[in-house]
């Protein structure tokens, strides 16, 4: 593997990193959303192996030495070109100080489609509203660990593959099929008939006291969990537009203190999520 | 009430909001712990009702006037000090862009003891070696919506009242009552025989896999919620030290899906005090 270093912060090489702090939603690019970057060993790992084709992987000599001294990873970055640059450079060019010393660039791949995420799909979670980068990362990431298979994008959402949000995730985002509904306004809401169709049990959460109880709005009449659910949210504040709920099949909410706010969004999903996977393996095993 | 216009932002009367970001850390101040700052109209409302005594209250003119024409408002700022300032005279003495407009500074107040928050407390959570600010600021809030009654700090964790915790809390830390254990290292840990003593069930939660799931930890032999439960949290990334984790009754776990990270201390805290509140209120009623 070749490692070419530079040392020139204008180096034409090092500009997909340029700037990142306000540039790396890049609208120049075709498709106008610009280039995925992972940041540190772990989630440029996750990029590595993920179906994003990574262009350019840059770190600080002892960083990349480290971690490309690992063989599965050496596999992983063969032909992708590599430049080691020192802690100085790199803070120039991205405009900012990246201590973890590791970044990979990759373009985006084509969107998945509704059908082909759902195709198995037994959990899914889909976001209405949810324009923070932050919330969208944290909802990658606590799905992820809690058995989702797919989430899906209706309207009003922030861009999942944005830099802070695949930092959020923890390089979830990368891993964890997404998909877009079709449609602004409410023509989205045409998809989620075709959920219906599959055979999901569409599930709005809301803190609305006259909601009904997660633990029983997980489960048939018997009890039994859902074979398909899917978990519907809304953005902090307004949450899921009242046009949304009508679509589904019951609205359910998490039992909370009297005179409280709501809970954040992401933590919110992650309590539903509890409950489905706690429903559906008993004893949690 | 009186309201002063200040223009000059070297006015020493602004002097308790000067350069908060480098700064709400006073160790000058007696108990080297600074003031209290609450941001937004929300959060200095519940400043204004807290136990911290406000000192001095800020905010654009009309912020000021829209928030001070609330009658139980007007009612708890009676007698403290006012001003009204601009925008930019704001930013220059914050050093940021403060677009809320409204601000608030307390002293701290005399610590609460650990007898005193514990004594009729049924739900509490301890913290260990969380020393992140924002983190503190989730769990806070995450507690005030899930019915927990205290939150009390272990040894290595963040200072609850600063200014970031308080902000992410959504002013929570000023709410809900909270206290710390006596003594450093292990030894704070006689804290937890007091804890036993007064009945609490001690719970760690882990991700590690020999650990039990949350929905049978949380409850005795019959399947009925204990009466008291303690739950301890350590901090993403090492969790709970070992030497803790043996002095409390059990380790519980959230069933994960394999492969995946640890969840954010404040989400997993989240969905172990959701299943608190799913077992002492069946239905969620």
Redesign the interface.
């Known amino acids: 593997m070749i490692i070419t270093h530079i040392s020139d912060p204008t180096d034409p090489r090092l500009d997909d990193f340029r700037d990142l702090k306000h540039s790396d939603n890049r609208p120049d690019l075709p498709g106008g959303k610009g280039l995925v970057i992972a940041e540190g060993p772990l989630i440029v790992e996750r990029l590595l192996a993920s179906r994003y084709p990574v262009r350019t992987l840059v770190g600080f000599p002892a960083k990349l030495d480290k971690f490309l001294s690992q063989p599965h990873i050496a596999d992983l970055a063969a032909g992708i070109d590599t430049y080691s640059l020192d802690r100085e450079t790199l803070a120039q060019v991205a405009g900012y100080d990246m201590h973890r010393g590791l970044l990979a660039a990759a373009n985006r791949a084509p969107e998945l489609g509704l059908s082909e995420v759902i195709k198995t799909a037994t959990t899914v979670v889909v976001l209405e509203g949810v324009g923070d980068h932050e919330n969208i990362g944290?909802i990658f990431?606590?799905a992820?660990?809690?058995?989702v298979d797919a989430i899906l994008f209706g309207n009003g959402c922030a861009d999942p593959l944005y830099r802070r949000s695949v930092r959020v995730s923890?390089g979830?985002v990368l891993r964890l099929p997404h998909a877009s509904f079709e449609g602004k306004h409410t023509n989205w809401h045409y998809g989620l008939d075709q959920l219906k169709e599959s055979g999901f049990q569409l599930v709005s959460l809301t803190p609305h006291e006259d909601a009904v109880?997660?633990?029983?709005a997980l489960y048939d009449g018997n009890g039994v969990p859902y074979e398909k659910i899917a978990l519907l949210v809304g953005a902090e504040g307004p949450g899921l537009t009242e046009r949304t709920m009508r679509r589904t099949d019951i609205r359910a909410?998490?039992?909370?203190?009297a005179g409280?706010?709501?809970?954040?969004v992401?933590?919110a999903a992650?309590?539903a999520l509890?409950?489905r996977?706690?429903g559906r393996?008993p004893?949690?095993?």
Chains 1, 2 share one sequence.
């Open positions: 944290s990431r606590n992820a660990g809690l058995g923890m979830h109880p997660l633990d029983q909410r998490i039992p909370m203190s409280t706010d709501s809970l954040n992401a933590t992650a309590i509890y409950e996977q706690r393996m004893h949690g095993e």
